[in-house]
């Protein structure tokens, strides 16, 4: 398929989706980062037509990042009658949190609370409005190397991207009309106050992790697989206790 062909069919598949759904209508919830992921998707799900509720939720947030997530917001509400967008200030929540947690110090524990502190919003704002949560995870981070927070990223109800490389997610963005200057920003997760990138934390870039998934002969495939390898846990269902039954 080509790149329109792919947003067709993902747009359709959201929406064939939705009507599955006992309770009508379906309202879309989605965080905007200012990242490419969740601008192309947050984009899907308003070309669907439905209800849409784009929010960004800023926890001591670097500003250029800040910026390009309210572009994006502004960008949607231009182009979609459908969609509503919102800014939900996240930071005398965290900072509570933080206090609270003092005795439990992890740079690494607290940039995870972050994104499950913005996991809860969504969700909360979702059963308010007989809302979905829509995810922002690609192929690369869902299934590739596990580059996400469980239960933060990973708590969405449909994941629309989720078969798409970070190669794809870019020339989806590019043909659905995502911004050039959220396209060209260095991908990052935002949960770090020194503003590292995705490709700072992992070691590779994204096209040499497609790489690695795509051929073992890779010389990028020893430290893809250093960095899969403790995140199988993300990417694996939840270890459960089952009682033998006679």
């Known amino acids: 398929m080509n790149s329109k062909e792919k947003i067709d069919f993902i747009v359709n598949w959201i ?9 009508q209508p379906v ?7 200012g990242g490419v992921d969740s601008a192309l998707t947050s984009t899907l799900c308003a070309k669907t037509g439905l209800n849409t509720i784009a929010i960004s ?5 670097n500003s250029s990042q800040h910026d390009l997530s309210l572009k994006h917001l502004n960008y949607l509400n231009k182009n979609f009658n459908n969609v509503d967008t919102k800014i939900i ?14 005795d439990f110090k992890s740079e690494l524990a607290f940039a995870n609370s972050r994104s499950r502190l913005r ?15 829509v995810g922002t995870g690609n192929k690369v981070e869902d299934f590739g190397v596990g580059f996400y927070t469980k239960y933060g990223d990973g708590g969405v ?19 659905i009309g995502v911004i050039q200057d959220i396209i060209d920003a260095a991908p990052t997760d935002g949960l770090w106050d020194d503003s ?34 403790p995140n199988l846990h993300k990417m694996n269902p939840i270890p459960v206790c089952e009682f033998p039954r006679d």
Do not use: H
């Open 119 to 133: 996991m809860l919003t969504l969700y909360q704002v979702a059963q308010s409005n007989n809302g979905i949560v």
């Open 157 to 175: 109800d449909i994941s629309p991207i989720a078969d798409c490389t970070k190669s794809e997610v870019w020339e989806l963005a590019y043909e």
């Open 196 to 229: 590292r990138n995705d490709e700072n934390q992992l070691g590779l870039t994204y096209k040499q992790l497609e790489e690695a998934m795509e051929n073992k002969n890779s010389k990028y495939y020893k430290k893809y697989e250093e960095i899969r390898t």
């Open 15 to 23: 929406k064939n989706y939705t009507n599955t759904i006992e309770k």
């Open 27 to 33: 309202c879309l919830i989605i965080g905007v980062s």
């Open 57 to 61: 939720m800023p926890i001591k947030q």
């Open 89 to 102: 200030e996240l930071d005398n929540v965290f900072k509570n949190f933080e206090s609270t947690m003092k």
